[in-house]
């Protein structure tokens, strides 16, 4: 008898101590709280198995020691005499910089890794993924000392080939080149022959977070941990910033969802150091290098306006992402209009826009009708009631993905670059954004979302009434267990 009861004991004990391991964390939210138990509750060993490989985002001990590490000698780099600091902006000058609507914004973003807005930053919306490309080619070709480059995905495709041609062009005469790719986003292209003409090239190539030992991985940290940043930087001078990875837009891997729809903002000024910061400490994060990443800093240009950057990730405060967003929701006056591929987000931010549109702005989301990932479109949609209850005005993009993740707010203030309004943005991702204040670029990216809006199909509250009984559960079933997604 007692040999029997062991079984069950050791279920028990087994499902208890999850459970209090759940309970005991302080870094989750309820709604990640009580997705966990219900999965361990609901299929209990294979939920102890998901949380133990996925239930935190922890890079493992060896990778956040090297990052403290590293962001030590970064800072210890940055002297408060040195050009360096400039680079940093200057939190006592934002008052001076930025309009009083904003200050709330541009000092949170500030919390989240040291940077502040400074003033002398020139952009240029490019036409679209294409022109963004060739523009950027063109500039790699011109560089006469160093390029660095990191993108989630890397195809070997026309737009990946021309630029990996690009890179070894500027390696064979003299210019420092270094390229880092995610190791499950570039998985492919880590293996082409292509990468290795690189290496031999003289590029100095890089993987962030590398899967060639998923078990390793899989039992010290978490395999869908990754780099989602989109960086370039060409000669200190130059920053692209914005959703285009290194690939075509008919992106072959996915290509029954092409074209995919990309925005891109060619930067000069201050704005160039901060993302080479952010480049940098990536860089020495995943390879142990050191570079200086403030050895000929960006001067501020002429009629530029203020602008910062903001990178965050796994190793940064947590829920710093949500809260970002949520302060800038929270500023808008009149206008906010957002567009993105993945849209699951957490209670923060549902609820601030729901409170925005709700104290009259005009808050407009733009989504693509057809996403690569059926998950996150079903957890999606389960948000439309209370969004359009509220007041929300929702389009579905149906030219294709809209893969540009864009927020403009009151003609005056834009965030744009790699992250998305879900949950792996939110916590598991390394992302790059910028945060500006300028009218003439934030009207023309307004003016881009206007075009996104007319190629897209409004979404009804009587259209979501209409929905089956089935779809609307299926649609709040995902949405339930998205926060463990």
């Not at 492919?188 to 060639?212: D, K, T, Y």
């Not at 879900?422 to 979302?449: M, P």
Request: with cysteine; charged share 20%; aromatic share 8%.
């Amino acid at each position: 008898m007692l040999t029997a009861e062991l079984p069950l004991a050791a279920h028990i004990l087994l499902m208890l101590g999850f459970a209090a391991h759940v309970l005991l964390r302080n870094d989750l939210a309820a709604d990640k709280r009580m997705a966990w138990i219900m999965v361990i509750v609901l299929v209990p060993y294979l939920g102890c198995a998901l949380y133990f490989l996925f239930g935190s985002a922890n890079l493992g001990r060896t990778l956040i020691q090297r990052r403290v590490r590293v962001h030590d000698l970064i800072h210890g780099q940055i002297t408060s005499e040195g050009d360096g600091a400039r680079a940093m902006g200057n939190a006592q000058k934002l008052s001076e910089l930025i309009a009083p609507p904003w200050h709330g914004v541009f000092r949170y973003a500030g919390s989240i890794n040291g940077f502040s807005p400074e003033a002398g930053n020139l952009g240029e919306l490019m036409a679209d993924g294409h022109a963004a490309r060739a523009r950027m080619l063109a500039d790699m070709d011109a560089a006469t000392r160093q390029i660095h480059v990191l993108y989630y995905i890397w195809l070997d495709d026309h737009t990946g080939t021309e630029v990996a041609q690009a890179l070894m062009r500027a390696a064979r005469r003299g210019v420092v080149c270094r390229a880092m790719v995610d190791g499950m986003g570039s998985r492919a292209f880590i293996r082409s022959p292509l990468w290795r003409q690189m290496a031999e090239a003289g590029v100095q190539v890089a993987v962030a977070l590398p899967i060639n030992h998923p078990l390793k991985v899989l039992l010290t940290s978490r395999i869908d941990l990754r780099n989602h940043r989109k960086i370039t930087v060409i000669d200190e001078r130059i920053t692209y910033c914005g959703s285009q990875n290194c690939a075509d837009e008919a992106f072959a891997v996915k290509a029954r969802f092409a074209p995919w729809v990309d925005i891109m903002v060619r930067m000069q000024g201050p704005v160039v150091t901060q993302m080479q910061l952010l480049f940098a400490t990536d860089w020495m994060q995943f390879t142990g290098q050191q570079i200086d990443p403030c050895a000929n800093p960006a001067e501020p240009l002429p009629g530029g306006f203020p602008a910062q950057v903001v990178g965050d990730g796994p190793t940064e405060r947590d829920h710093s992402t949500p809260q970002l967003v949520s302060t800038l929701i929270a500023s808008a006056n009149r206008t906010l209009t957002i567009s993105t591929p993945y849209f699951v987000p957490d209670a923060t931010v549902l609820e601030a826009l729901c409170a925005a549109a709700l104290r009259g702005v005009r808050v407009t989301m733009v989504f693509p009708r057809r996403n690569d990932s059926w998950i996150v479109a079903a957890a999606s949609r389960s948000n439309y009631w209370r969004l359009l209850s509220a007041g929300v005005a929702i389009h579905e993009y149906r030219d294709g993905l809209l893969h540009a993740k864009t927020l403009t707010i009151d003609g005056e203030l834009t965030l744009i670059g790699s992250t998305n309004l879900d949950l792996r943005s939110f916590g598991l991702n390394y992302e790059n954004n910028v945060v500006l204040q300028d009218a003439t670029l934030t009207e023309a990216i307004t003016q881009r979302q206007h075009s996104y809006i007319a190629a897209a199909d409004p979404v009804t509250l009587d259209d979501v009434r209409r929905w089956p009984w089935w779809r609307r559960i299926w649609n709040n079933v995902l949405a339930t267990v998205g926060p463990v997604l």
